[in-house]
Structures are given as structure tokens and as C-alpha cells.
């Protein structure tokens, strides 16, 4: 079993940055796909960003259109974290972000299919508002 953690969030004004981390523990393997999704009020939920915390995660790193060249992912893997690093943030941006993890590689999957993942943090609120 997995245990996922998330930290970070708040409220920005538009055109500002936050950055959120999550901390994984528990588990068999440190090699997992770790990622982001996202869901804002009455509406279903949406991936941002997902990385490969194994070997050659350049390959294996995703974004969401809506996001790409705005958000970066990042990993740390002597600390099981991943960090989402948000820039230039727009008000549809806000949403509740779940942290996620799944036993394999990332693909195009991992920013489209939600239920694809095993493992979910309990998600940390990100306010975009001016």
C-alpha cells in the first residue's frame, strides 16, 4: 500500500507560481508513476502532469495541454517526492490537486485516465483569484 502526502497549494493571484510536493511511502518499489490530477468545482477530474520515478524519466514525463510550458514536474527520488512547479497560473487553474502513483511506466495515459491510478493523496486546494 501506498501512502501519498501532499503539501503545498493556497491562493496566488493570476500570472503568479505555486509549488506542490508529494511524498510517497509504503509500497514495494520506488519505481512508480507519480503525477498530478486536478478537479475544479462541477467538473470531472483532469490530468496536469505525471513523471516515471524510475530510470530515463525524460521519456516518460506527460503534461496536460493546458498546462504544458506553464507547469513543470520534478522528482527527487532519494525522498520518494515529486514536486509540481506552477508559473504563470490563470484562474482555471483552481482546483483541488490530487497527487497520484501507479506501479508502472507513465504514457499518455497518465494525464487522461484517472482511474488508471491505484494510489490518491487527499488533495490540496490551489486558488487562483484576483
Known amino acids: 500500500q501506498v501512502q501519498l502526502v501532499e503539501s503545498g497549494g493556497g491562493s496566488v493571484q493570476p500570472g503568479g507560481s505555486l509549488s506542490l510536493s508529494c511524498v510517497a511511502s509504503?509500497?514495494?518499489?520506488?519505481?512508480?508513476?507519480m503525477g498530478w490530477f486536478r478537479q475544479a468545482p462541477g467538473k470531472e477530474r483532469e490530468g496536469v502532469a505525471s513523471?516515471?520515478?524510475?530510470?530515463?524519466?525524460?521519456?516518460?514525463?506527460y503534461y496536460a495541454d493546458s498546462v504544458n510550458g506553464r507547469f513543470t514536474i520534478s522528482q527527487d527520488s532519494a525522498k520518494n517526492t515529486v514536486h509540481l512547479q506552477m508559473n504563470n497560473l490563470k484562474p482555471e487553474d483552481t482546483a483541488v490537486y490530487y497527487c497520484?502513483?501507479?506501479?508502472?511506466?507513465?504514457?499518455?495515459?497518465?494525464?487522461?485516465?484517472?482511474?488508471?491510478?491505484?494510489?490518491w493523496g487527499q488533495g490540496t486546494q490551489v486558488t487562483v483569484s484576483s
Open positions: 509504503g509500497g514495494t518499489s520506488s519505481s512508480k508513476c
Open positions: 497520484v502513483a501507479d506501479y508502472r511506466r507513465c504514457g499518455p495515459w497518465s494525464v487522461s485516465t484517472p482511474g488508471a491510478f491505484s494510489y
Open positions: 513523471t516515471y520515478t524510475g530510470g530515463y524519466s525524460a521519456q516518460y514525463t
